[in-house]
């Protein structure tokens, strides 16, 4: 599966983005999503997982309550809700796909088979 992200921005601390990753060339809803993201000099980090069916998700600590993910299989699209965002929020933020109709969701970037490229989300104070 190809994954594209879309929604890079800059946007003022208490703002808010909506982040797309269209999938395609498999099946999307053979797929569990995850987002994560990586700030400057950082590890790459978890922030949201969904399962397949969107019955799961699972947000970080650090986002919970501000972010939220959502999917649309019939448009092949999975979406990171962020608001009330902050500077410490400035990242990189990756899609990525994880195979499989597991009723949980997986917080670790080693169970995620495939990325998209990444899109940048500035947050400025």
């Known amino acids: 599966v190809q994954l594209q992200a879309f929604g890079r921005g800059l946007v003022q601390a208490g703002g808010s983005l909506r982040l797309s990753c269209a999938a395609s060339?498999?099946?999307?809803?053979?797929?569990?999503m995850g987002w994560f993201r990586q700030a400057p000099g950082k590890e790459r980090e978890f922030v949201a997982a969904i399962s397949w069916n969107g019955g799961s998700t699972l947000h970080a600590d650090s986002v919970k309550g501000r972010f939220t993910i959502s999917r649309d299989n019939a448009k092949n699209t999975v979406y990171l809700q962020m608001s009330s965002l902050k500077s410490e929020d400035t990242a990189v933020y990756y899609c990525a796909a994880r195979w499989g109709h597991m009723p949980t969701v997986a917080a670790t970037d080693d169970q995620y088979g495939y990325w998209g490229q990444g899109t940048l989300v500035t947050v400025s104070s």
């Open positions: 060339g498999r099946t999307f809803s053979n797929y569990a």
